[in-house]
């Protein structure tokens, strides 16, 4: 009787430990009742064993950490989330590892003999080619090496990639998990006990532990991923499509377009087609003026949150052109935001 409903928030750093306290929380470090419970629904929407982190490059960082040493190979998509392949070449590189590229939807192309690790991210962000997720770990596997999936862009309710072969799976939760743009997280997820036993170890010895306070509010959003995803995809579902029909619009990726070169692929995998979208517009200047003046739209470098936001993808070093952009679909009503895109739009063609 009396406990909360909400889950408690537990702010130590210490804990009381007198005598042999092994299995009870000891220090800040190891381990925290907040980290419990969202790695407890993490598990549950993954179908796995979780291991939360304070960021999504610091999950990935984890992944390589963990099962990576000197002298192993790499295979890293040439498309996908471009800091992936800093970490690669600024860290892993001077370590003795060395990486390879390769486009998302060709990656399959070449095999996979000599890698120890190949790292996909499909949808690839920002472009959102596609990659055979079943394939891959089977000829990955083949080869003796492990495959790491980026599920960022999906999440847990649009993609399982553990159902498909992964052996991994890392997100940055900053994104639709906790969907209120106000914190940074990140998860890495894994049916093989060696490899969560590595990367749990990896997390207390480096210190890349999450806050409690972000994790309690990772969790806060989480009870409604479920409601703002798909609200989220549907309204992309509905944008995407009219986008096809407009002037200013050229080289539109959606994968639930029946047009888009992925969409075959995506029926067969994935369990929504997501809220990003992918298009290009005729220069650098009226992709700025487009994002700056549509009135229900926010000019941001993330995705996944309840508001709509868009960013020229070029600034932020991806190999795109000048006018491409990355829109992600928030919550608001579809029509009322459909018509500011339009607007938008439209006075950027006129």
């Given at each position: 009787m009396g406990d909360s409903i909400p889950l408690p928030l537990t702010m130590a750093a210490i804990f009381h430990a007198p005598g042999d306290a092994t299995g009870f929380n000891q220090y800040g470090r190891f381990s925290n009742p907040t980290w419990d419970a969202i790695e407890h629904m993490l598990a549950h929407l993954e179908d796995a064993p979780c291991v939360a982190f304070p960021s999504g490059m610091a999950a990935i960082s984890a992944a390589f950490f963990a099962v990576l040493k000197a002298g192993d190979r790499i295979l890293l998509p040439s498309d996908g989330y471009h800091t992936t392949r800093a970490l690669a070449d600024r860290f892993l590189k001077p370590l003795g590892i060395t990486y390879d590229v390769r486009p998302t939807s060709t990656f399959l192309d070449g095999g996979f003999d000599g890698?120890?690790?190949?790292?996909?991210?499909?949808?690839?962000?920002?472009?959102?080619?596609?990659?055979?997720?079943?394939?891959?770990?089977?000829?990955?596997?083949?080869?003796?090496?492990?495959?790491?999936?980026?599920?960022?862009?999906?999440?847990?309710?649009?993609?399982?990639?553990?159902?498909?072969?992964?052996?991994?799976?890392?997100?940055?939760?900053?994104?639709?998990?906790n969907g209120h743009s106000d914190v940074l997280f990140g998860h890495v997820a894994s049916r093989n006990a060696d490899i969560i036993a590595a990367v749990t170890g990896w997390r207390e010895v480096s210190g890349s532990i999450p806050g409690p306070f972000e994790a309690w509010l990772v969790h806060r959003g989480l009870e409604t991923l479920d409601v703002r995803f798909d609200r989220m995809c549907s309204s992309a579902e509905v944008i995407a499509r009219r986008l096809q029909g407009h002037r200013a619009i050229s080289g539109l990726r959606?994968?639930?377009?029946?047009?888009?070169?992925?969409?075959?692929?995506?029926?067969?995998?994935?369990?929504?087609?997501?809220?990003?979208?992918?298009?290009?517009?005729?220069?650098?200047?009226?992709?700025?003026?487009?994002?700056?003046?549509?009135?229900?739209?926010?000019?941001?470098?993330?995705?996944?949150?309840?508001?709509?936001?868009?960013?020229?993808?070029?600034?932020?070093?991806?190999?795109?052109?000048?006018?491409f952009v990355r829109l992600s679909v928030g919550c608001e009503p579809v029509e009322e935001l459909w018509k500011a895109i339009e607007t938008s739009l439209d006075k950027i063609s006129s």
């Open positions: 890698y120890r690790v190949a790292f996909v991210e499909t949808p690839a962000n920002p472009g959102l080619d596609i990659c055979d997720i079943a394939a891959v770990a089977d000829a990955v596997h083949k080869a003796g090496a492990i495959l790491v999936v980026d599920n960022t862009t999906m999440t847990p309710f649009g993609q399982r990639p553990l159902d498909h072969g992964a052996d991994i799976v890392v997100a940055a939760d900053t994104k639709a998990p959606y994968p639930g377009l029946e047009g888009d070169p992925s969409h075959n692929l995506a029926r067969a995998q994935m369990e929504r087609f997501g809220f990003l979208i992918s298009f290009e517009l005729a220069s650098e200047d009226k992709a700025e003026d487009f994002i700056n003046n549509c009135e229900l739209m926010q000019a941001a470098t993330s995705f996944g949150g309840v508001h709509t936001s868009a960013e020229r993808r070029l600034k932020r070093g991806d190999a795109v052109p000048a006018g």
